[in-house]
């Protein structure tokens, strides 16, 4: 696949990779998003995302993930190797943009999380 897909071996699909993440990784809040940022076994970087039914509607919970999504996609290779990205969507999220969600997690990454973990 190219330096620009999301495929799977990118994605973290289970519960158990999602609670080892929320135990030994280090979590750094934003105004929307909580992001949690721990070492894998495996040389890729992946992607978790919860959203609850407090963040909205089905229609709204979709697109938070469909932009983050899209904001690792395009972004993956400035964040750190061999890790695991859990990003939990607060509730009470307003309508966001993808230049809101890209403003809030590259301010995020750059000040708090890639010092934290190189």
Not at 20 to 45: D, P, Q
Not at 81 to 106: A, M, N, Q, R
Request: net charge positive; charged share 35%.
């Amino acid at each position: 696949m190219g330096a620009l897909s999301f495929g799977k071996h990118e994605r973290i699909k289970k519960r158990r990779d999602f609670l080892r993440t929320y135990e030994e990784g280090v979590r750094v809040n934003s105004r929307n998003f909580i992001v949690i940022l721990s070492r894998n076994e495996t040389e890729n970087k992946r992607l978790g995302i919860t959203v609850t039914r407090k963040a909205g509607s089905a229609v709204k919970r979709n697109r938070i993930k469909r932009l983050l999504r899209e904001f690792f996609r395009l972004n993956k290779e400035t964040l750190p190797g061999s890790h695991d990205l859990v990003v939990i969507v607060k509730k009470g999220v307003p309508f966001l943009t993808y230049d809101d969600v890209y403003e809030e997690l590259t301010n995020l990454f750059t000040e708090r999380v890639i010092n934290i973990k190189k």
